[in-house]
């Protein structure tokens, strides 16, 4: 198989995790529930991004012999974060014939220049944008999906909804711009007209555009499908709730029928209480991991 | 943008040609060939709408969620009875669905075509690949770019089921009567030959 028939295999498997939810798990009792709950993946972590913001310190790959036993108990495909630039964690993960490789902005970034080639991979990658040139940044590395980068481990979605409305309206104005503009805009970006063109034309990113960072309720993930996500990630929002099983089957639906309020309401009621969350603005600025 | 298509399902009534299962997957892409193929396509995330469609496809995704969600809006009935009838073609998680038995307590499948299946049969993501493929149907023939994503095999097939591809001497597509399924994603491939002998079962 050549480069761009690997691509499309890569782009596939995003494809096929659409209309669905990701799941953040830390154990395997966790990515059993996740499973049963109709996650179409699980992202294998060792701690979600609301304790590893409460930790500090320096986040990394999660261990071995987590990834592995999540690996063994479910059926679907699981995930994991490496370090943004951590080319060698990522190739220890494509060994471990992980599904999908996250490289995230949630763990402590190793290179402070370069992100992943990921071309030099058969194993798809995901990256976290907040505007359309990150975007376009990251697909031209070889990511084969992106997400907004919204604000992980806050519950609270205004980052996510800023981020989704900055590429996609970033797009619409792509749109009606005349050829010598999106030169320009392909110059401020800094990647190939080629690309700026293209997604120009299909009023879209060339790969699945997902939601991620602070989704915690149904109507959090029905917010960001009628914004133009394509699936949704949810990170600290299922386990750091009070009712994690019925929190991940409640938001699964709604990224379903994410336009029909009556089956929000179904699923949100008696929910009990969400991950309580923060004030973004009361986060000091060299804690966002967004920023990253 | 699929935003639109949604809305419009919602709001007439027109019957259609073509519906496609969009509870999770890769209905998206379905919708594209069909479009590519001159069919408008309805995507089906209620029992209700299945009435206002003529044939099914049930995509490529996660067999898993599908199966939960057909469950919780009460779909099983309904599409165990439409695919009694009508043209029902499912691909990779589709084919899964179809099958008569997956061997995963996970999944319970329709049982509408004689074939037993096996999920995620070829190993992790790593493992999925693309060949390009001759497949001949009603007299046509073509090369077609045969793409696996964590795909399925056929482990199994009954007498009355005809197999209409091979790759590597396994069968990959296969019909009985008005149940088509492949193993593969022709909606990833460029050619719309198997999405337009769908359309004419």
Same mark, same amino acid.
């Given at each position: 198989?050549?480069?761009?028939?690997?691509? #499309?295999? =890569?782009?596939?498997?995003?494809?096929?995790? #659409?209309?669905?939810?990701?799941?953040?798990?830390?154990?395997?009792?966790?990515?059993?529930?996740?499973?049963?709950?109709?996650?179409?993946?699980?992202?294998?972590?060792? =701690?979600?991004?609301?304790? /590893?913001?409460?930790?500090?310190?320096?986040?990394?790959?999660?261990?071995?012999?987590? /990834?592995?036993?999540?690996?063994?108990?479910?059926?679907?495909?699981?995930?994991?974060?490496?370090?943004?630039?951590?080319?060698?964690?990522?190739?220890?993960?494509e060994a471990m014939e992980v599904d999908f490789i996250d490289e995230s902005e949630v763990?402590?970034?190793?290179?402070?220049?370069?992100? /992943?080639?990921?071309?030099?991979?058969?194993v798809p990658f995901v990256c976290g944008c907040r505007n359309l040139g990150e975007a376009?940044?990251?697909?031209?590395?070889?990511?084969?999906?992106?997400?907004?980068?919204?604000?992980?481990?806050?519950?609270?979605?205004?980052?996510?909804?800023?981020?989704?409305?900055?590429?996609?309206?970033?797009?619409?104005?792509?749109?009606?711009?005349?050829?010598?503009?999106? =030169?320009?805009?392909?110059?401020?970006?800094?990647?190939?007209?080629?690309?700026?063109? =293209?997604?120009?034309?299909?009023? #879209?990113?060339?790969?699945?555009?997902?939601?991620?960072?602070?989704?915690?309720?149904?109507?959090?993930?029905?917010?960001?499908?009628?914004?133009?996500?394509?699936?949704?990630?949810?990170?600290?929002?299922?386990?750091?709730?009070?009712?994690?099983?019925?929190?991940? #089957?409640?938001?699964?639906?709604?990224?379903?029928h994410y336009k029909d309020p009556k089956v929000l309401i179904e699923v949100s009621r008696?929910?009990?209480?969400?991950?309580?969350?923060?004030?973004?603005?009361?986060?000091?600025?060299?804690?966002?991991?967004?920023?990253? | 943008?699929?935003?639109?298509?949604?809305?419009?399902?919602?709001?007439?009534?027109?019957?259609?040609?073509?519906?496609?299962?969009?509870?999770?997957?890769?209905?998206?892409?379905?919708?594209?060939?069909?479009?590519?193929?001159?069919?408008?396509?309805?995507?089906?995330?209620?029992?209700?709408?299945?009435?206002?469609?003529?044939?099914?496809?049930?995509?490529?995704?996660?067999?898993?969620?599908?199966?939960?969600?057909?469950?919780?809006?009460?779909?099983?009935?309904?599409?165990?009875?439409?695919?009694?009838?009508?043209?029902?073609?499912?691909?990779?998680?589709?084919?899964?669905?179809?099958?008569?038995?997956?061997?995963?307590?996970?999944?319970?499948?329709?049982?509408?075509?004689?074939?037993?299946?096996?999920?995620?049969?070829?190993?992790?993501?790593?493992?999925?690949?693309?060949?390009?493929?001759?497949?001949?149907?009603?007299?046509?023939?073509?090369?077609?770019?045969?793409?696996?994503?964590?795909?399925?095999?056929?482990?199994?097939?009954?007498?009355?089921?005809?197999?209409?591809?091979?790759?590597?001497?396994?069968?990959?597509?296969?019909?009985?009567?008005?149940?088509?399924?492949?193993?593969?994603?022709?909606?990833?491939?460029?050619?719309?030959?198997?999405?337009?002998?769908?359309?004419?079962?």
């Open positions: 198989m050549n480069n761009s028939d690997n691509y #499309k295999i =890569k782009v596939g498997l995003a494809e096929m995790l #659409k209309g669905g939810v990701i799941m953040d798990v830390t154990t395997p009792d966790q990515a059993k529930i996740a499973e049963d709950s109709g996650a179409v993946a699980v992202m294998a972590l060792e =701690k979600v991004p609301a304790d /590893i913001r409460k930790e500090g310190g320096v986040a990394r790959m999660a261990a071995i012999e987590v /990834i592995e036993r999540i690996k063994e108990v479910v059926s679907i495909p699981v995930m994991a974060k490496v370090r943004i630039g951590h080319f060698a964690e990522a190739q220890m993960l763990l402590t970034p190793a290179d402070d220049k370069y992100h /992943i080639d990921k071309w030099n991979f058969k376009l940044r990251r697909i031209s590395e070889g990511a084969a999906m992106i997400r907004t980068k919204g604000e992980a481990g806050s519950g609270n979605i205004i980052e996510a909804v800023r981020h989704m409305r900055m590429v996609m309206g970033h797009i619409r104005s792509l749109q009606n711009m005349s050829p010598e503009e999106l =030169k320009s805009e392909a110059r401020e970006m800094e990647v190939d007209l080629e690309i700026v063109q =293209k997604t120009a034309e299909l009023g #879209k990113l060339l790969v699945p555009n997902f939601a991620a960072g602070g989704i915690a309720t149904p109507a959090d993930a029905s917010l960001m499908m009628q914004l133009g996500a394509e699936s949704v990630f949810v990170g600290s929002g299922i386990f750091k709730s009070e009712d994690p099983a019925v929190r991940a #089957k409640a938001i699964v639906q709604a990224t379903t008696h929910l009990a209480g969400a991950m309580k969350g923060l004030d973004i603005g009361k986060i000091p600025e060299d804690e966002l991991l967004q920023i990253r | 943008m699929a935003e639109k298509k949604i809305k419009l399902v919602r709001t007439d009534e027109n019957v259609y040609e073509v519906g496609i299962l969009a509870l999770q997957g890769d209905f998206e892409l379905h919708t594209k060939a069909l479009k590519k193929a001159g069919q408008e396509a309805l995507l089906i995330k209620t029992a209700d709408e299945l009435k206002r469609i003529k044939r099914l496809i049930i995509p490529g995704g996660e067999s898993t969620t599908m199966n939960k969600l057909i469950d919780i809006y009460n779909m099983r009935q309904p599409l165990l009875e439409f695919g009694k009838k009508k043209p029902v073609w499912g691909t990779c998680a589709g084919l899964v669905m179809l099958s008569k038995d997956a061997g995963d307590k996970r999944v319970q499948p329709f049982g509408l075509i004689d074939i037993d299946s096996v999920r995620n049969a070829y190993g992790r993501q790593i493992h999925s690949f693309s060949k390009k493929s001759k497949i001949s149907l009603n007299g046509r023939s073509e090369a077609i770019e045969l793409v696996f994503i964590r795909a399925p095999k056929i482990t199994r097939s009954g007498k009355q089921v005809q197999i209409l591809a091979e790759l590597d001497g396994e069968a990959v597509m296969a019909r009985q009567g008005n149940i088509l399924v492949s193993a593969f994603h022709p909606e990833l491939s460029d050619s719309t030959m198997i999405h337009e002998y769908f359309l004419k079962m």
